[in-house]
């Protein structure tokens, strides 16, 4: 092929441009060998950072370009060195890794090993410890082994025919199995040692064990109530961590609470702190509405806690029936817990820390323990529109028994000595309304039971049962007694629905007729608008 003739102008330019490609291929030589070498920490820091090129220098003598050679090797070898120890970029050294700290059984003295059930190698509550039974871990594997044992054989020795589902009579294995079990429940007595053993044992740990079933019982009986209590235990294990799998935060929420004697299931969520309402149960005093995480807490608060009714005054009392005035400014972190509660059975409640501007009448039935809540209703200090009743909640386990026409009827007793007439706020929750509509139907059908005239307004009949009007007007509507007739509306007085009402009331329960409030019981001055003047 002719070769081309090179040009004596260019001579300088080429001498340049060899140079150029060789500073090029060595350093693309040397970004391959970087890639080779850290290919995965150069892809990391690439996504994390952009790298700007600065543009390179023009080279004007060949001195100065050997020179520049020279000190750009040195410096490619210096950063080669670098380059090949990784460095993280843009993460600190220094920074500290979170420590997660494993959850522990509250027993004390007990290391969260083993398991009730014997399923499981750990526990974390006290329905699961084996120390709280007194057992050991190796007992209790022992135990399900052989309860497993003894079900697989049974379900052997059942046959799937139909002869098998009819009622058989017992066989002579299973006769001579009962009559011992009834010869050893005949036999059963608790020596002196025993009861000694069990005394020293309530002594020594008294509710951080449980007490000891030796000696209570025949083998038999205590064998089958262990075989319970891992069932029990089974299933409760189960349902925490179903709880805690959910996402739906309408059913990631408190499933029970534990107040009192009694064990509630909820209906709503409520906005509890967040380390608390993602427990499947809350435990709750029943005095001071405190609220904790697990029943050793409570059970150590108990024994603290010098509450025996709620704060405030009380400004009624019949019989073991008393309510409570406590001002939401006075007393803010027992109204704070006392709407907490509340929002857990009703859907439309709205307020929980803001409880200043408001009064909380808590209703309470006394024994001989103390005053237990069974229900309350808030009111403005101050409402422009003359709202009786900001929210009012029956406690689930005293519904049905007469205290939710109690406490609507007590709001009213209040607006009558206030000299105002009254109406509960709205929304009202579904029950809230079905206790709203019997209670004004009650008071209306018993004021025409005993009233005698021949004309009633509605004006006349709002100032005497301190109802409002437009509530008198729907709760007539709604029974038939509210008619249009040449341009005015009248009241019909129904005797059918009288008489029913009547009948109705004479078969009541004297527990529910009992609970009626009566006015001379009510000790309270109402709170006087005071207005400064600048």
Not at 53 to 80: F, H, L, M, V, Y
Not at 101 to 107: A, T
Not at 202 to 212: G, T
Not at 373 to 395: A, D, H, P, R
Request: hydrophobic fraction near 25%.
């Amino acid at each position: 092929m002719p070769k081309r003739k090179r040009q004596p102008s260019d001579s300088s330019s080429s001498s340049r441009d060899s140079e150029s490609g060789e500073a090029d291929d060595s350093d693309d030589s040397h970004a391959s060998s970087r890639v080779t070498r850290n290919g995965t920490h150069r892809a990391r820091s690439e996504k994390r950072t952009t790298h700007t090129k600065r543009p390179r220098k023009q080279r004007k003598t060949a001195s100065s370009d050997e020179s520049d050679s020279d000190q750009g090797s040195s410096r490619t070898a210096k950063e080669k060195g670098k380059k090949d120890t990784p460095v993280q970029i843009g993460v600190s050294n220094t920074r500290s890794t979170p420590v997660c700290l494993e959850p522990e059984c509250p027993i004390p003295g007990c290391n969260s090993t083993g398991h009730l059930t014997g399923k499981y190698d750990k526990h974390y509550t006290i329905s699961g410890c084996p120390l709280y039974h007194n057992a050991m871990a190796a007992e209790c594997k022992a135990r399900r082994e052989e309860y497993f044992s003894e079900h697989r054989s049974r379900e052997l020795t059942t046959t799937d025919s139909r002869i098998g589902l009819r009622k058989q009579s017992p066989t002579r294995e299973q006769k001579v199995k009962r009559n011992e079990v009834l010869d050893a429940r005949k036999k059963l007595g608790i020596p002196e040692a025993v009861q000694m053993e069990h005394s020293q044992h309530q002594q020594q740990y008294e509710k951080s064990r449980e007490p000891l079933l030796k000696g209570l019982t025949s083998k038999y009986d205590l064998r089958l109530f262990q075989q319970a209590q891992m069932k029990a235990c089974d299933e409760l294990e189960y349902e925490i961590t179903q709880h805690y799998q959910l996402s739906n935060k309408q059913e990631y929420r408190i499933k029970k609470i534990e107040i009192g004697r009694y064990e509630l299931e909820t209906w709503y969520s409520s906005p509890y702190p967040e380390e608390y309402a993602r427990l499947p149960k809350l435990y709750l005093c029943e005095f001071c509405l405190k609220f904790m995480k697990s029943a050793t807490i409570l059970r150590r608060h108990s024994a603290k806690c010098v509450w025996r009714h709620p704060p405030g005054d009380e400004i009624y009392r019949k019989a073991n029936i008393s309510v409570f005035e406590v001002d939401g400014k006075k007393n803010k972190i027992y109204c704070q817990n006392l709407c907490l509660l509340a929002k857990l059975f009703l859907d439309h409640k709205t307020l929980y820390y803001d409880v200043e501007p408001f009064l909380f009448y808590v209703m309470t039935e006394a024994d001989t323990q103390g005053c237990h809540v069974v229900g309350y209703f808030s009111k403005e200090k101050n409402s422009f529109l003359n709202y009786n009743v900001s929210c009012i909640l029956t406690m689930p386990q005293c519904m049905r028994q007469g205290y939710g026409k109690m406490l609507i009827d007590f709001s009213y007793l209040l607006s009558k000595v206030e000299e105002k007439i009254g109406s509960p706020e709205r929304p009202l929750s579904d029950l809230g309304l079905i206790s709203y509509r019997s209670y004004w139907k009650d008071v209306l059908l018993n004021y025409l039971t005993t009233y005698n005239g021949n004309e009633i307004s509605i004006k006349d009949l709002s100032q005497e049962t301190a109802v409002n009007a437009n509530d008198i007007v729907s709760t007539l509507q709604a029974l038939g007694m509210l008619k249009y007739w040449k341009g005015k509306h009248l009241v019909l007085k129904r005797q059918d629905l009288l008489e029913e009402y009547l009948e109705k009331k004479a078969r009541k329960f004297p527990e529910k007729d009992s609970r009626k409030l009566d006015p001379s019981c009510l000790k309270w001055t109402p709170i006087q608008n005071i207005t400064t003047t600048s």
